[in-house]
């Protein structure tokens, strides 16, 4: 049912670009994260300065068992 929800681009030369993931689990399908522009975006970040998201320690949109909650989150939100 959900075989467009994961996706790996084994040739990126940052594959994968997170090291907290196994590269089997590793979902390439957020590249972009749609949920950075939250202020709540339920993963883990850091501000810098109080104003920028630093996303690098966070796996959410990378795993690939999260594809359901990121769409949830954005319907609940649009």
Known sequence: MYN???FQNKDCEFFPCHDNIEKEDFNCIFCYCPLYCFEDCGGEYNLIN???????NCSLPHHKKNYKQIVKILKERY
């Open 50 to 56: 109080n104003k920028i998201k630093d996303c690098s």
């Open 4 to 6: 467009h929800a994961f």
